[in-house]
């Protein structure tokens, strides 16, 4: 059988490989997360190309996640294909028509805003299965439609379910799970998948991932990544609609999203998402490296390239989190973007940690984030994404950098907006 890299050879399509430090500089992150391999995976905008892959064909999206880093560590390196002959113009859109049976959801753990569903009993509904994990940033712009959805079809039979799958240890636990769905006044049923039962049972990869079940209770349509609003809520409309709903509305939801459920300034984001444990991180430049699973002081280089990042103190980096040991350690990050955002915690539940931060050295003032004062103050009370910039105007490379007055925080990973 002829090889997808001939394959795609033959078309005139070629391949570059290069380090995670040029993707940095050459690529535009795009909406939505693999766990495949445990890494997050990008649609991309490769400028030096001058070609989009935006509206890529389902088909060929599947083939960039087999040809991404397999270990998401310091200087692996990634093939990236330039598949302009299957681009489709400029659309956001990864949704894929299928026609297949709804899973069962008898694996969810648990359930919140609902009694327990089933696929039987859901038979009759218009249903649209949300995957969502709450500290991602991909998946929080994509929630006021999800719950704009659910609000305006309801009375006509959708049923729309959000399966809580965690990436992070934190998000295995009910508490914060319903914290977070209460603190963003999420109403429609959630299943909580902390076994990943029903996540596998779709065969499912990504968050955010849609799928969009007819009455007959076969799925009809999934969406993968951001992006596509108008195209998800036509087939809303398209099955409600084969299903005898009676004045299915038209048109669609009008959302005014603002702080972290604002959509990502693309056209300025050059820093993609970086973990900051050991197994995923990638673009450490911390003299001497990192020291797995053990007390280590860092120090910060005379100077960060961008997506570079560092540590100051003593600091324990682990496989999936990095952890202040003392007082006043600090974080750097050299970043492009109009938004960051950090994943992190108290170590110690009930504990909260005291942080300021700066941007080039200076307090952020209108650039600080919702989590943030002007004077770049903030409290880390519990695990979660913190939003701690938004620039105004002109986005060019920025040093960040947060220190922390208290130790006890533990820290997940950077993302950007």
Partial sequence: MISERTLLENYGIS???????EISQLIQRKSFVSRNGGLKVWLVR????????FNVENTFVHKLYTMKITKGVLGN???????GVFCAGAADSTIEQMSSKMPPLAGATGWLNSPPLTANGLRGK???VDFWTYSCINWRRTLPYISAWAAKYKNQGLVVIGVHTPE???EHYAGNVNNAVREMKIDYPIAIDDNYAIWNAFRNEYWPASYFIDAQGHIRQHQFGEGSYQESEKIIQQLLTEAGAKAVPGGFVSVHADGSEAAADWASLQSSENYVGYSRTGNFASPGGAAADRNMVYNVPSRLTLNQWALSGDWTMGAEATVLNKPNGKMLYCFHARDLQLVMGPSTTGTPV???VLIDGQVPGAAHGVDVDSQGNGLVTEPRMYQLIRQQGVIVDRLFEIEFLDPGVTTFSYTFG
């Fill in 126 to 128: 218009v249903v649209l």
């Fill in 77 to 83: 390196a990634i093939v990236i294909g330039a598949l």
């Fill in 354 to 356: 005291r942080f300021r």
């Fill in 15 to 21: 391949w570059y490989l290069v380090s995670n430090a």
């Fill in 46 to 53: 490769l400028h030096y190309l001058c070609l989009d892959l």
């Fill in 168 to 170: 992070f240890s934190f």
